[in-house]
């Protein structure tokens, strides 16, 4: 075994030495950074680190010699290596010591930081953890979060106990003790009837607990529509109408469960809901009503909610089951609704429709936010009979997500949101003329350079854009015609690219670069790339920076 490569600790009096050096070592650094000497100072202000590690030890060996023999310097070399050595192990378990504290520690250090926040904050901060506790559709029976949270300190407790707002959410699931402790702490619920609920039991009368009136939310989730129902029969005679209080209607029809007939046949699921569960639902007055979801429910008739202000409509189609889309039905719950600001369409495997036979959008004049989610054999047809219900010119913000889509028919899913042909379409209109902010999800295959140019024309007035594109796309802002007057007023552009594939990065990075450097965007403050770094497209961060100076920010760094 070589000099200084021996296993350290092994002996005791060695390993009592090696201490001793070190602390004299560290003895005669403390009387250098005493006189004013740094390690890392420069001239006579430098520790001397021959005098620190060698000629204190064998100096005096060699007498008043300053030149040690080679015996004495291999040896004084092999106990600098062993105490090198040491140190390490020293780290080490330094470093054991630091994460073994930190981790007894942690929920304390946690909750003593928490302690020092405000009250207001740790209450905003305490609503959030509820609402995640909630917010999947998998939604937990028991809802132990503001239990949880009151059981931390007294001062968490005193906290939570002072605002109503973190005890709102209610499910069946929950003991009736402890829907009567919810009752006390906020009187107003958010009532979440789980699929696994057996509302026909014992169960439904912990809704009698609460008047209707009371509830500011009612989410229901069902197994199928026979399931949806059986819930609807058993809520008719509980809710007393209007529902005076209520803020939020969530409606989900998960679609899992396959059901056969008396002769064994699938009996077809369905998104439209109709026969006596429709006219329950269509019976409720619901005066305050701001927020509606619905999934994979569409009700053939029109609801009593003028007032809502935002709209989600999820539908999906299982197992290859193919069902048309009631678009009048779509048209008639739109004009039930006319104060609608922001309103959420997601649409997969949904390939035809039926029942429409006008092509006039429907007058939402507050209609300011469109989100847009297409998926699976959607077909344009219906992409494009949907789009002809929205009058986009009121548009300040777009929000378009492509998923499981089929390479050769992307860019015709995107042209029939942009391409408006319809009869009613204006000679020169630019239906997305005040979309300000405009968000792009792709998450396989490439939209073709054309069909880019052509989205980014019909959006002239965007100042904000973000682009999560698949990694093997061709951004084509280098074709880009400046005659073309495309993006020019864009002030912040974000792109994020999903997974590594580095052959293309550097050249989305010259791509951008041309664009920028032909005088586009000169109102351009931040550009934002977020991709997992190849090191060899220094070069072409290096210009981008040049071009861009502060603006730009490469989320790879």
């Known amino acids: 075994m070589g000099m200084g490569w021996r296993k350290v600790g092994d002996d005791r009096q060695e390993l009592c030495r090696l201490l001793d050096y070190l602390l004299g070592g560290v003895q005669t650094l403390k009387s250098s950074v005493q006189s004013g000497r740094r390690l890392g100072g420069e001239g006579e202000m430098k520790v001397d680190l021959k005098e620190l590690w060698y000629s204190g030890s064998y100096r005096h060996r060699a007498g008043d010699s300053n030149h040690p023999t080679i015996q004495e310097t291999q040896m004084a070399l092999r106990q600098m290596k062993d105490a090198k050595s040491l140190l390490s192990t020293i780290s080490k378990s330094l470093d054991e010591a630091i994460q073994t504290i930190t981790d007894d520690t942690f929920d304390d250090c946690r909750a003593a930081g928490f302690s020092l926040l405000p009250d207001d904050l740790l209450t905003y901060i305490f609503e959030m953890h509820v609402e995640d506790s909630v917010s999947s559709e998998q939604y937990m029976f028991y809802n132990r979060a503001p239990r949880n949270l009151a059981s931390v300190s007294k001062h968490f407790r005193r906290v939570a106990l002072a605002h109503s707002g973190i005890w709102k959410h209610n499910s069946l699931g929950d003991s009736r003790e402890s829907l009567l402790l919810y009752k006390e702490r906020c009187p107003n619920p958010i009532i979440h009837i789980h699929k696994s609920d057996d509302i026909p039991s014992a169960e439904a009368d912990k809704l009698h607990m609460y008047p209707s009136q009371q509830w500011r939310g009612l989410r229901i989730t069902y197994r199928d529509k026979e399931d949806g129902h059986l819930y609807f029969r058993d809520l008719n005679p509980i809710i007393e109408t209007p529902l005076a209080a209520l803020e939020d209607l969530m409606i989900c029809n998960d679609n899992m469960f396959a059901r056969r007939d008396e002769f064994g046949q699938l009996i077809p699921r369905s998104i439209h809901l109709d026969g006596d569960s429709l006219r329950t639902l269509s019976s409720w007055q619901m005066p305050k009503l701001t927020h509606l979801d619905l999934r994979n429910v569409l009700p053939l008739a029109p609801l009593q909610c003028g007032n809502v202000t935002s709209l989600t409509v999820n539908v999906k189609t299982y197992c290859g089951q193919s069902e048309d889309l009631n678009v009048v039905a779509f048209r008639n719950l739109l004009q039930s609704m006319p104060k609608i600001q922001s309103l959420h369409i997601a649409l997969r495997d949904m390939d035809r429709t039926f029942n429409e036979t006008s092509s006039d959008p429907v007058s939402l004049p507050d209609l300011t936010s469109l989100r847009f989610e ?3 054999t959607t077909s344009n047809l219906v992409i494009n009979q949907i789009m002809e219900l929205v009058d986009t010119s009121t548009l300040t913000r777009l929000t378009l997500k492509f998923f499981l889509i089929g390479e050769h028919v992307l860019d015709g899913c995107v042209s029939a949101i942009f391409d408006r042909k319809s009869s009613t379409s204006r000679v020169g209109h630019i239906a997305f003329m005040k979309v300000e902010e405009f968000s792009l999800e792709v998450t396989s295959f490439r939209i073709s350079d054309g069909t ?26 280098a074709d880009i015609p400046k005659k073309l007057g495309v993006l020019q007023r864009l002030r912040s552009l974000h792109i994020k690219f999903p997974r590594r594939l580095t052959d293309y990065y550097t050249n989305h990075l010259i791509n951008l670069n041309r664009f920028f450097k032909n005088g586009n965007c000169k109102e351009l403050e931040k550009l934002e ?7 060899y497209a220094t070069m072409a961060k290096a210009h981008l920076r040049e071009m861009l100076g502060e603006r730009v920010y490469l989320m790879d760094d």
């Open 374 to 376: 297409v998926g699976g």
């Open 452 to 477: 880019f140019i052509s989205m980014f024309s019909a959006i002239p007035n965007a100042h904000t854009i973000s682009l999560e594109l698949p990694e093997n796309v061709e951004l084509p802002f």
């Open 529 to 535: 790339v977020d991709y997992q770094r190849p090191v």
